[in-house]
């Protein structure tokens, strides 16, 4: 990416000259093997975050031998800092429709459900609608797929695909032991593709443009585009669209307001780049990969500040159910609490960080292992805020 700005792009919000069921119709003429490797060619990684190969997601699934199998569509934003997955289904719903109904019809599977974000049910009426529609247009081609909405438990921790089964089942929202992966056995013991929002809209946007279209965007190892929530100290927030690979100074000189001091990539759990890495990081996953959300922070804020409210948010959010995240989470509060008041020395950051390390290799689930990321890259960064 040569010029100093980041390369803005149109394709996930444009309507005009798209119908969704067609694209449904003409991509389920292909075999499903051909899809896979369509998807695996393009290069699509998950958006959510993790960054996980959709094509290959797709495959383990359709070869598990089971007559019952799901798609998933996880629209449970929790992430602080991140709104994009909203946008996307508020404005153009009919596109993660299909690229769910693009997805059963690839792994063998005749159920898909978006599992909601509690807090978005205002959504659900207009969804809901425009479903039936949608679902009706997949009969009149001979689909034998339906799509269903399903509202989520208003908690952090079910944004985890395991503790969003479990949730979906009427079950307390608690991460599973992993293996088996819910590609083997995910919602009601069954194998499942789980797929993110933008995912599911990308796939489809391949299913229509075609692999090189998609992969003449981003970089070798970060394939396409990006829908990025951003927000904090910048002049230009919202919603914006962007092309993968960007460093984070390009970024900041399109949406800084000229003093930026840090950008939080991928939302609380994600990681703080300073000043002085801005130049040298690459958003993207030969980087730092982001869920879309991009928090803006100028000279005037206190990243202690900054730090705590992540720490008490993650505090609340903890399921509890294993003790590096339950009492892991507590303790780093604590401790930056007590590195301020003057009564732990300033030492004492370097024992938190290791208990912040250990919380990334022995946590369940995703919750308990990111919490390391903001509270190592904020500690190491900027330890004067902490101290002082």
Known sequence: MENSRPKRVDTIFLMEGVDPIKVVETTIKKSPDDIILEMI?????GRGGAGFPTGLKWKFTRNEDSYDKYVICNADEGEPG???DREILDRVPEKVFAGLAICGYTIGAREGFIYLRGEYNFLLPALNQKLDVFNEGLKKIGLNFTIQMRSGSGAYICGEESALFESMEGKRGEPRNKPPYPTVAGYLGKPTAINNVE????????ARIGTEQFKEMGTKDSRGSKVFSISGDTPKAGISELELGMTVQQFVD?????????????????????????????IGYEGIPTGGSMMLFNSSRSMYNVLH???EFFTEE????CTPCRVGCQQLLKGIEAVKRGEKSPLYLQDLKKLAKTMKVAAKCGLG????NPFISIVSNFKEEIIY
């Not at 800084?256 to 991928?266: I, M, R």
């Not at 292992?369 to 390391?372: I, L, W």
């Open 199 to 206: 995912t599911l809209v990308y796939a489809f946007m391949i």
């Open 369 to 372: 292992q990111s919490v390391a």
């Open 254 to 282: 399109e949406f800084g307001d000229g003093d930026t001091k840090a950008v939080q990539v991928g939302g609380a759990s994600g990681g703080c780049v300073p000043r002085k890495l801005f130049k040298d990081t690459i």
């Open 41 to 45: 060619d393009s290069g699509l990684k």
């Open 82 to 84: 991140t709104f994009k």
């Open 309 to 311: 409210d992540y720490l």
């Open 318 to 321: 903890s399921c509890g159910q």
